[in-house]
């Protein structure tokens, strides 16, 4: 299969740098796959699981929020606010958040901004489980 | 003599008070630096990622529609200013100021966000129109605080408020050597004339936009401002530091020499009193 350069940047440092197959994220228009000689490309990336296929057929799995992704002169690049891979995420505290969020958005007596901080933790916590759950 | 003596010998103490507290605030600044040191570095490789990325895209794209990327009429600038909370850093935040003086030029109309006490100060005293005054301590900035900043700036830049926004921060190259720089941020339009790419040109308009640019460039531009703010502040922090570690070890040394010359000066006092006396004495023996 033909590879392609990939790189995925946060703001806590380069997360990986190097030749993958196919590349799978959630965009703000859905799931997209990104293959080897992609035609330019530019867009933003949603709340939603990642993966990654290398050469050698492993799958390196990821949580990825926000931020961008862009294919140029056949060089990927994702640079999001965050990336955890799936084997740093820790369950419990992810379900604990959920638990919190999803207690404090029941009772209903938050103002707009807080809410949409609650909607955004709860949101958080479930790509966090749906990758881990995998 | 025994007067000088008193003022040498208290001047010797004075100087050597100075010295446990310049000690002390390199020591301080060295072990801080080691950890903002360690968030550049990691910082770095994604704002030159991102700079790249948004480089080749205001190259590429010849649409301009989007409010972030089309040529700006306004001619108001926005700085965002970044120096440190305090001073005792040697030339740090002055030259920074200075870097912003020569970009500005004169009688500009501009708008500052300071980050960081000094800058607060510095744009009162000049009577520069300040944005907020919200992130005045440097040190405590993380990366959600600079997704506020910008917000704040995003939407004050679709109001109208301001055509132009421009970073002016201290870049940190080494522990000895940290450079203040002044680049364009927004729009897109101020990228590309500032890094004019033939090799990019020749392939304008071929870059996809899903759904379409308008609404890419809304959710990727401010996810990029704030990762160019935060890189800066990171980079700037450590400069901070790296610039009062060297300030202060300067300081320590200096009065070191000053210590040893004054006990020099403090020792002949001393050795002429000595001798005066034995003088007078033998003087006073032999007059009996």
Not at chain 2, 30 to 49: F, I, N, V
């Amino acid at each position: 299969m033909t590879t392609f350069p990939l790189r995925i940047g946060t703001p806590d440092g380069l997360l990986y740098s190097g030749d993958v197959v196919r590349m799978v994220l959630r965009t703000i228009t859905g799931d997209r796959a990104i293959l080897a000689n992609h035609i330019d490309f530019c867009t933003g990336i949603g709340m939603g699981e990642a993966h990654f296929v290398l050469e050698d057929g492993t799958v390196r799995r990821g949580a990825c929020i926000g931020g961008m992704v862009t294919m140029q002169n056949g060089v990927c690049r994702i640079l999001s606010t965050t990336w955890e891979w799936e084997e740093d995420i820790d369950k419990d505290r992810a379900q604990r958040a959920r638990e919190r969020a999803e207690e404090k958005l029941r009772k209903g007596d938050l103002s707009g901004k807080e809410a949409q901080v609650q909607e955004a933790k709860l949101k958080r916590a479930l790509v966090r489980l749906s990758v881990k759950n995998h | 003599m025994a007067a000088n003596m008193k003022a040498v010998k208290l001047r010797i103490k004075s100087v050597q008070n100075t010295m446990q507290i310049t000690k002390a605030m390199q020591l301080v600044a060295s072990s801080k630096l080691r950890k903002a040191k360690e968030r550049a570095d990691k910082c770095k490789p994604y704002a030159q990622e991102l700079q790249q990325t948004l480089k080749d895209i205001a190259n590429g794209y010849v649409g301009f529609q989007s409010v972030y990327a089309k040529k700006s009429n306004n001619d108001r600038h926005c700085y965002i200013l970044v120096a440190g909370d305090r001073g005792m850093a040697g030339g740090y935040n002055s030259n920074v100021f200075k870097c912003l003086e020569a970009r500005k030029g004169e009688g500009k109309d501009i708008v500052v966000l300071p980050v960081g006490k000094r800058a607060v100060d510095y744009a009162t005293r000049r009577g520069y129109e300040i944005l907020t005054t919200d992130f005045a301590q440097v040190e405590f900035i993380d990366v959600g605080d600079c997704f506020s900043i910008s917000e704040l700036l995003c939407s004050e830049f679709r109001k109208g408020s301001f055509g132009h926004i421009e970073m002016c921060h201290t870049e940190f190259i080494s522990m000895l050597t940290q450079r203040p720089t002044i680049f364009p941020i927004l729009p897109l339009h101020d990228i590309a004339e500032e890094y004019q790419d033939p090799e990019a040109v020749k392939k304008i308009g071929l870059t996809l936009y899903d759904p379409n640019p308008e609404e890419v460039f809304d959710i990727i531009v401010p996810e990029y401002l704030a990762g160019l703010i935060y890189a800066g502040i990171c980079s700037s922090l450590a400069s901070e530091l790296a610039a009062r570690r060297t300030a202060m070890d300067a300081a320590t040394k200096n009065a070191g020499e000053m210590i040893d010359k004054l006990s020099l000066y403090y020792n002949r006092a001393r050795q002429a009193s000595i001798t005066q006396e034995i003088t007078e004495i033998v003087a006073g023996a032999e007059g009996v």
